[in-house]
Antibody, heavy 120, light 110 residues
Framework: QITLKESGPTLMKPTQTLTLTCTFS??????????VNWVRQPPGKALEWLAL???????RYSPSLKSRLTIRKDPSKNQVVLTLDNLDHLDTATYFC????????????WGPGTMVTVSS | QSVLTQPPSASGTPGQRVTISCSGS????????VNWYQHLPGTAPKLLIY???YRLSGVPDRFSGSKSGTSASLAISGLQSEDEADYFC???????????FGTGTTVTVL
Protein backbone atom coordinates (compact mmCIF):
# COMPACT_ATOMS: atom_id res chain seq x y z
CA GLN A 1 0.00 0.00 0.00
CA ILE A 2 1.41 3.34 -1.08
CA THR A 3 1.29 6.22 1.38
CA LEU A 4 2.78 9.70 1.31
CA LYS A 5 2.88 12.42 3.93
CA GLU A 6 4.02 16.00 3.68
CA SER A 7 5.81 17.84 6.47
CA GLY A 8 7.24 21.29 6.96
CA PRO A 9 6.62 24.66 8.52
CA THR A 10 3.11 26.06 8.67
CA LEU A 11 4.02 29.76 8.86
CA MET A 12 6.67 31.56 6.84
CA LYS A 13 7.62 35.16 6.17
CA PRO A 14 8.00 36.81 2.76
CA THR A 15 11.44 36.36 1.13
CA GLN A 16 12.17 33.25 3.22
CA THR A 17 12.85 29.81 1.70
CA LEU A 18 10.29 27.06 2.23
CA THR A 19 11.48 23.48 2.60
CA LEU A 20 8.86 20.72 2.44
CA THR A 21 9.49 17.02 2.87
CA CYS A 22 7.45 14.18 1.41
CA THR A 23 7.98 10.91 3.24
CA PHE A 24 6.62 7.87 1.47
CA SER A 25 6.22 4.12 1.81
CA UNK A 26 5.00 1.28 -0.37
CA UNK A 27 7.20 2.08 -3.35
CA UNK A 28 10.80 2.91 -4.14
CA UNK A 29 12.80 4.84 -6.68
CA UNK A 30 13.86 1.57 -8.27
CA UNK A 31 10.53 1.34 -10.09
CA UNK A 32 11.14 2.47 -13.64
CA UNK A 33 8.89 5.30 -14.78
CA UNK A 34 7.59 6.34 -11.39
CA UNK A 35 7.70 9.89 -10.14
CA VAL A 36 6.96 11.96 -7.07
CA ASN A 37 5.16 15.21 -7.78
CA TRP A 38 4.33 18.33 -5.80
CA VAL A 39 1.01 20.08 -6.31
CA ARG A 40 -0.41 23.05 -4.41
CA GLN A 41 -3.79 24.67 -3.95
CA PRO A 42 -4.11 28.27 -2.76
CA PRO A 43 -7.26 28.90 -0.69
CA GLY A 44 -10.32 28.88 -2.93
CA LYS A 45 -8.29 28.33 -6.07
CA ALA A 46 -7.39 25.52 -8.45
CA LEU A 47 -4.76 22.87 -8.10
CA GLU A 48 -1.37 23.87 -9.50
CA TRP A 49 1.35 21.40 -10.46
CA LEU A 50 4.78 22.49 -9.23
CA ALA A 51 7.47 19.91 -9.92
CA LEU A 52 8.32 16.24 -10.27
CA UNK A 53 11.31 13.99 -9.87
CA UNK A 54 11.52 10.70 -11.74
CA UNK A 55 13.00 7.42 -10.58
CA UNK A 56 16.12 8.24 -12.60
CA UNK A 57 16.51 11.70 -10.95
CA UNK A 58 15.24 13.54 -14.02
CA UNK A 59 13.34 16.65 -12.90
CA ARG A 60 10.61 18.86 -14.35
CA TYR A 61 9.36 22.19 -13.06
CA SER A 62 6.42 24.49 -13.63
CA PRO A 63 7.78 27.14 -16.01
CA SER A 64 6.23 29.95 -13.96
CA LEU A 65 8.05 28.85 -10.79
CA LYS A 66 11.13 27.15 -12.20
CA SER A 67 13.56 29.83 -11.04
CA ARG A 68 12.39 29.44 -7.43
CA LEU A 69 11.92 25.67 -7.12
CA THR A 70 14.27 22.81 -6.40
CA ILE A 71 13.24 19.17 -6.02
CA ARG A 72 15.54 16.39 -4.85
CA LYS A 73 15.23 12.90 -3.49
CA ASP A 74 16.80 11.03 -0.62
CA PRO A 75 16.31 7.33 -1.42
CA SER A 76 17.90 6.23 1.82
CA LYS A 77 15.12 7.94 3.75
CA ASN A 78 12.30 7.40 1.20
CA GLN A 79 11.88 11.16 1.00
CA VAL A 80 11.51 13.86 -1.60
CA VAL A 81 12.30 17.45 -0.65
CA LEU A 82 10.93 20.56 -2.34
CA THR A 83 12.35 24.02 -1.73
CA LEU A 84 10.67 27.26 -2.82
CA ASP A 85 12.77 30.40 -2.65
CA ASN A 86 11.81 34.02 -2.11
CA LEU A 87 8.36 33.38 -0.69
CA ASP A 88 5.46 35.74 -1.33
CA HIS A 89 1.99 35.81 0.22
CA LEU A 90 0.74 34.33 -3.07
CA ASP A 91 2.58 31.13 -2.10
CA THR A 92 0.11 30.58 0.72
CA ALA A 93 -1.44 27.24 -0.12
CA THR A 94 -1.94 23.62 0.81
CA TYR A 95 0.97 21.65 -0.62
CA PHE A 96 0.47 18.01 -1.66
CA CYS A 97 2.94 15.37 -2.74
CA UNK A 98 1.72 12.62 -5.01
CA UNK A 99 2.88 9.32 -6.47
CA UNK A 100 3.05 9.33 -10.23
CA UNK A 101 2.13 5.89 -11.45
CA UNK A 102 3.97 4.83 -14.60
CA UNK A 103 1.28 2.32 -15.53
CA UNK A 104 -1.64 4.73 -15.11
CA UNK A 105 0.23 7.88 -16.15
CA UNK A 106 -1.60 9.65 -13.34
CA UNK A 107 -1.25 10.77 -9.73
CA UNK A 108 -2.80 7.70 -8.14
CA UNK A 109 -2.01 8.35 -4.48
CA TRP A 110 -1.82 11.70 -2.70
CA GLY A 111 -0.60 12.79 0.68
CA PRO A 112 -3.04 14.56 3.01
CA GLY A 113 -1.38 17.90 2.29
CA THR A 114 0.22 20.51 4.48
CA MET A 115 -0.98 24.11 4.78
CA VAL A 116 1.65 26.82 4.49
CA THR A 117 0.84 30.44 5.24
CA VAL A 118 3.17 33.22 4.11
CA SER A 119 2.63 36.36 6.12
CA SER A 120 4.71 39.16 7.51
CA GLN B 1 -2.75 30.32 -14.36
CA SER B 2 -4.65 27.10 -15.23
CA VAL B 3 -4.17 26.02 -18.82
CA LEU B 4 -7.23 23.77 -18.96
CA THR B 5 -10.65 25.40 -18.78
CA GLN B 6 -13.60 23.96 -16.89
CA PRO B 7 -16.98 25.44 -16.00
CA PRO B 8 -16.87 26.78 -12.44
CA SER B 9 -19.98 24.92 -11.36
CA ALA B 10 -22.42 22.17 -12.27
CA SER B 11 -25.45 20.88 -10.45
CA GLY B 12 -28.22 18.33 -10.59
CA THR B 13 -30.79 16.54 -8.52
CA PRO B 14 -30.19 13.03 -7.21
CA GLY B 15 -30.31 10.52 -10.03
CA GLN B 16 -29.63 13.06 -12.76
CA ARG B 17 -26.67 13.07 -15.13
CA VAL B 18 -24.06 15.83 -14.89
CA THR B 19 -21.31 16.44 -17.42
CA ILE B 20 -18.16 18.49 -16.82
CA SER B 21 -16.07 19.71 -19.73
CA CYS B 22 -12.33 20.33 -19.85
CA SER B 23 -10.99 22.37 -22.74
CA GLY B 24 -7.33 22.46 -23.65
CA SER B 25 -5.08 22.64 -26.67
CA UNK B 26 -3.05 20.51 -29.04
CA UNK B 27 -0.07 20.51 -26.68
CA UNK B 28 -1.96 18.97 -23.77
CA UNK B 29 -5.31 17.24 -24.24
CA UNK B 30 -4.80 17.02 -27.98
CA UNK B 31 -1.73 14.83 -27.61
CA UNK B 32 -1.86 13.32 -24.12
CA UNK B 33 -4.12 11.43 -21.74
CA VAL B 34 -6.49 13.26 -19.44
CA ASN B 35 -6.99 12.35 -15.80
CA TRP B 36 -9.84 13.40 -13.53
CA TYR B 37 -9.60 14.00 -9.79
CA GLN B 38 -12.29 14.42 -7.14
CA HIS B 39 -11.45 16.77 -4.31
CA LEU B 40 -13.33 17.31 -1.09
CA PRO B 41 -12.02 20.39 0.77
CA GLY B 42 -9.69 19.46 3.57
CA THR B 43 -8.87 16.06 2.12
CA ALA B 44 -6.45 14.68 -0.44
CA PRO B 45 -7.64 14.65 -4.06
CA LYS B 46 -8.62 11.23 -5.41
CA LEU B 47 -7.96 9.88 -8.88
CA LEU B 48 -11.21 8.90 -10.58
CA ILE B 49 -10.42 8.52 -14.27
CA TYR B 50 -7.06 7.90 -15.94
CA UNK B 51 -6.02 7.70 -19.57
CA UNK B 52 -9.10 9.77 -20.44
CA UNK B 53 -11.63 6.97 -20.05
CA TYR B 54 -10.56 4.34 -17.52
CA ARG B 55 -12.01 4.19 -14.01
CA LEU B 56 -9.60 3.54 -11.19
CA SER B 57 -10.42 0.32 -9.37
CA GLY B 58 -13.11 0.97 -6.79
CA VAL B 59 -14.55 4.05 -8.49
CA PRO B 60 -18.31 3.67 -9.02
CA ASP B 61 -19.30 3.00 -12.63
CA ARG B 62 -21.55 6.07 -12.62
CA PHE B 63 -18.35 8.02 -13.33
CA SER B 64 -17.15 7.96 -16.94
CA GLY B 65 -14.64 9.91 -18.99
CA SER B 66 -14.15 10.67 -22.65
CA LYS B 67 -11.87 12.71 -24.89
CA SER B 68 -12.27 14.20 -28.32
CA GLY B 69 -9.69 16.40 -29.97
CA THR B 70 -8.58 19.05 -27.49
CA SER B 71 -11.47 18.57 -25.07
CA ALA B 72 -12.39 15.99 -22.47
CA SER B 73 -15.46 15.32 -20.38
CA LEU B 74 -16.36 13.70 -17.09
CA ALA B 75 -19.90 12.42 -16.72
CA ILE B 76 -21.61 11.48 -13.49
CA SER B 77 -24.77 9.52 -14.09
CA GLY B 78 -27.17 8.71 -11.29
CA LEU B 79 -25.90 11.66 -9.25
CA GLN B 80 -25.66 10.99 -5.52
CA SER B 81 -25.24 13.35 -2.57
CA GLU B 82 -21.75 12.03 -1.89
CA ASP B 83 -20.70 13.24 -5.34
CA GLU B 84 -20.74 16.85 -4.09
CA ALA B 85 -17.11 17.86 -4.51
CA ASP B 86 -14.67 19.76 -6.69
CA TYR B 87 -13.51 18.02 -9.86
CA PHE B 88 -10.27 18.76 -11.71
CA CYS B 89 -8.95 17.55 -15.03
CA UNK B 90 -5.21 17.27 -15.66
CA UNK B 91 -2.90 16.42 -18.52
CA UNK B 92 0.74 16.56 -19.52
CA UNK B 93 1.60 19.59 -21.65
CA UNK B 94 4.30 19.01 -24.25
CA UNK B 95 5.01 22.73 -24.69
CA UNK B 96 5.34 23.45 -20.98
CA UNK B 97 7.07 20.12 -20.33
CA UNK B 98 4.98 19.63 -17.24
CA UNK B 99 1.51 18.82 -15.99
CA UNK B 100 -1.38 21.25 -16.14
CA PHE B 101 -4.62 21.22 -14.18
CA GLY B 102 -8.05 22.49 -15.05
CA THR B 103 -9.71 25.45 -13.36
CA GLY B 104 -11.93 23.09 -11.38
CA THR B 105 -15.68 22.50 -11.26
CA THR B 106 -17.78 22.44 -8.10
CA VAL B 107 -20.59 19.93 -8.35
CA THR B 108 -23.66 20.57 -6.21
CA VAL B 109 -26.41 18.05 -5.62
CA LEU B 110 -29.67 19.97 -5.30
Amino acid sequence: QITLKESGPTLMKPTQTLTLTCTFSGFSFSTSGMSVNWVRQPPGKALEWLALIYWNEDQRYSPSLKSRLTIRKDPSKNQVVLTLDNLDHLDTATYFCTHGSPSLDAFDVWGPGTMVTVSS
Amino acid sequence: QSVLTQPPSASGTPGQRVTISCSGSSSNIGSNNVNWYQHLPGTAPKLLIYSSAYRLSGVPDRFSGSKSGTSASLAISGLQSEDEADYFCAAWDDSLNGYVFGTGTTVTVL
